[in-house]
């Protein structure tokens, strides 16, 4: 199975700041890597796909990088609505495998 | 606008069964690979089965812990995703899931709401 470690798993932010999120891949996976981001009491939502590309919607601040093993996932500028928890999906192989998640709270 | 609404969750003791049900509209069902994922208590999110496309003749695939006990089935006549649980236990308590995969399966593109099962004798 492909693991995916997300680091860091809590991170504490003031709106404005740059934010990175990092995944990392136990081996080296093509580009079926996605983004996803959790509210509670709603619906998970996709905000990058194929590593890079962002979902259509969601805005610009958001961007995703990386290839083989680490990929990331950054946040321009932190707005009060993208305080929330963020999994990266490896969706390449099987068992299809998500990070653990990282959540992203006020400073 | 594409809609996913599952139903079916509730309190069932360690052993029993539940059927969970996914009512899909908003997009040519028959078109896309379905997936159930599953987020327990306090935890992250799990992966659990896919039902793949008509074009694909509707194959499956399991993640290890649910295989041999869950069962994902669809209706294409009726825009309907099933996961037909058996044996389950605590650990399978969670928050279930309904997702549509992108066309190019390259992303889970909408999720539903999700439906709770709680296993607890």
């Known amino acids: 199975d492909v693991q995916l470690t997300q680091s860091p798993s809590f991170l504490s932010a003031s709106v404005g700041d740059r934010v990175t999120i990092t995944c990392r891949a136990s081996r080296v996976i093509d580009n079926h890597l996605a983004w996803y981001q959790l509210k509670p009491g709603k619906a998970p939502t996709l905000l990058i796909y194929a590593i890079s590309t962002l979902q259509s919607g969601v805005p610009l601040r958001f961007s995703g990088s990386g290839s083989g093993t680490e990929f990331t996932l950054t946040i321009s500028s932190l707005q009060p609505e993208d305080f929330a928890t963020y999994y990266c999906q490896q969706l390449g192989s099987y068992p299809l495998t998500f990070g653990g998640g990282t959540k992203v709270e006020i400073k | 606008e594409v809609q996913l609404v599952e139903s079916g969750g509730g309190l069932v003791q360690p052993g029993g069964s539940l059927r969970l049900s996914c009512a899909a509209s908003g997009f040519t069902f028959s078109d896309y690979y379905m997936d159930w994922v599953r987020q327990a208590p306090g935890k992250g999110l799990e992966w659990v089965a896919r039902s793949r496309n008509k074009a694909n003749s509707y194959s499956t695939a399991y993640a290890a812990s649910v295989k041999d006990r869950f069962i994902i089935s669809r209706d294409d006549s009726q825009n309907s995703l099933y996961l037909q649980m058996n044996s389950l236990n605590t650990d399978d308590t969670a928050v279930y899931h309904c997702?549509?995969?992108?066309?190019?399966?390259?992303?889970?593109?909408?999720w539903g709401q999700g439906s709770l099962v709680t296993v607890s004798s």
């Open positions: 997702v549509r995969l992108r066309v190019d399966a390259r992303s889970i593109d909408h």
